[in-house]
């Protein structure tokens, strides 16, 4: 089968430019935010240690996967499972029931990586709207109501949020028009280090508290009492959705990947280092919350009010408040440009459109689909959808089903439909690579246990048990 598509496309030019543009799509707000949420509520150290067991187990199979088929056709989500669907006999190209399956399946993908992006954006922008206010010193206080009521105060102002949403999208589409290389990785390539260094410089400051020893005591003492089912499936679940996995994102960025580049040990790679930002994420946060006297189970209102209370009761508050927060939004920039490529090369590839205009497009409908969710939190509270507000359904809708619901549908896609010689080939880049046996153990997992294991993950999400 033909390994590209035609004409010429935009490729990462470098191996650095490519392992950060791909951990950029990995790493955000959910290592800063969501991992030391999710730690701090289910046990610290124990739920960490699973978390970790299974993104090896989960999450990178199903990564190298999505890279191959994204590198094998050269091509966007939604055509990639086109391009990749045999032909059924008696049947003329991609005309059967079959490629009208997994057809579906690469819109669902496009689908969700839009519908995430609509409410991403909304957090995001509150990230960026903090960011002024730490620097100005309106976020330092140590009174949790205090702490509460400015948040508040920006959820209630609809056009307050609606502008920094809009303008975190439009700071994202100027990166997107410009491409894969001289767009995407040129920014990643400042993004990544930077994420790091604002990292280890709060981490630094935050060893430094005292009492820092009991947050570090919590963060990798593991307490094997507190590991039950419930931890477990959370933590599955995170892995999954923490590594960009079931939306077509890795699908996009391998297409952009160099012909020769190891994709297994990039994956691994960008596993690694995902780690290694959530651990940080972790050893930032929670000596300064152990240090202080705050609860670490205090869940999604760390990033807005316990951190804003810790930082503030600190010497140099403001000024690690507001480093803080730019760490925050440097996290949130690399996920989002990520989201916002999926739709736009899919838009600009289906209807032939320029990059410029199709980002345009698709940054408009995203705007769109943004509003509801965003005015939930605020004026439109009392609006629900099966009982959720907006931003609750559309988190429900992508992380409970869409997603778990392609991840599904790609494995058993790599382990059933795509031919074993062309999953083999492309894993080995065309045998240049020693790597049959990695490539015949993969394709027994998509078969197996990485279908079972999102199941798993899915009725689970979807509160079956």
């Known amino acids: 089968m033909a390994a590209a598509a035609q004409g010429k496309r935009d490729l990462f030019a470098s191996r650095l430019g490519v392992l950060a543009a ?74 059967g029931a079959s490629a009208r399956i997994w057809r579906i399946t690469g819109g669902l993908s496009v689908l969700a990586a839009a519908l995430i992006l609509a409410f991403y954006s909304d ?53 997107i028009m410009r491409g894969a290389s001289a767009g995407i990785e040129r920014v990643t390539r400042v993004l990544i280090p930077l994420l790091f260094l604002l990292l280890v410089a709060v981490c630094i400051r935050s060893l430094t508290l005292p009492n820092a020893q009991a947050g570090l005591r919590f963060l990798f003492m ?13 933590a599955m679940g995170l892995s999954f959705f923490k590594m960009s996995i079931g939306f077509g994102c890795m699908i996009t960025y391998g297409s952009y990947f160099q012909a020769d580049t190891h994709v297994p040990a990039l994956a691994l790679r960008v596993m690694v280092c995902d780690l290694l930002v959530s651990l940080l994420a972790g050893v930032a946060v929670f000596p300064a ?42 996290a949130a920039t690399g ?16 209807c032939k459109l320029p990059r410029p205009r199709a980002t345009l497009l698709v940054t408009l409908g995203v705007a769109a689909l943004g509003v509801p969710p965003t005015l939930s939190t605020g004026i439109w509270s009392s609006w629900t959808v099966f009982g959720l507000s907006f931003f609750d359904a559309y988190d429900f809708a992508t992380s409970n089903l869409l997603l778990p619901v392609c991840g599904l549908l790609t494995s058993l896609f790599a382990g059933y439909v795509w031919p074993e010689r062309e999953f083999v080939a492309a894993l080995t880049n065309s045998g240049n690579l020693p790597l049959q046996g990695l490539a015949r153990l993969l394709r027994r997992a998509c078969r197996t246990l990485t279908p079972l294991l999102i199941v798993i993950i899915l009725l689970h999400g979807l509160k079956v048990f």
């Open 22 to 95: 791909t951990l950029g799509s990995a790493v955000g707000l959910g290592n800063i935010w969501k991992v030391p949420a999710l730690t701090g509520q289910h046990g610290g150290a124990s739920f960490l240690l699973i978390y970790v067991l299974s993104t090896l187990v989960v999450a990178l199979p199903l990564m190298i996967v999505e890279m191959i088929m994204g590198r094998r056709t050269r091509a966007n989500a939604y055509k990639t499972f086109v391009m990749l669907t045999p032909p059924r006999p008696g049947l003329s190209g991609m005309s």
């Open 123 to 175: 957090v995001a922008g509150w990230v960026f709207a903090y960011v002024p206010k730490a620097v100005s010193g309106g976020v330092a206080t140590t009174d949790p109501q205090a702490a509460a009521r400015i948040f508040g105060d920006l959820l209630a102002n609809p056009w307050e949020s609606l502008l920094w949403q809009w303008l975190v999208l439009g700071c994202i589409a100027a990166v």
């Open 222 to 234: 593991p307490d094997f009492a507190r590991i039950d089912g419930d931890v477990v499936l959370m």
């Open 289 to 330: 919350v152990f240090s202080f006297g705050f609860e670490p189970t205090a869940g999604t209102s760390l990033l807005f009010l316990t951190i804003p209370a810790v930082f503030a009761s600190m010497p140099g508050g403001q000024f690690f408040t507001a480093l803080f927060f730019v760490l925050s939004a440097v």
């Open 335 to 350: 996920a989002m440009l990520c989201l916002l490529e999926i739709p736009v090369a899919w838009l600009l590839e289906t």
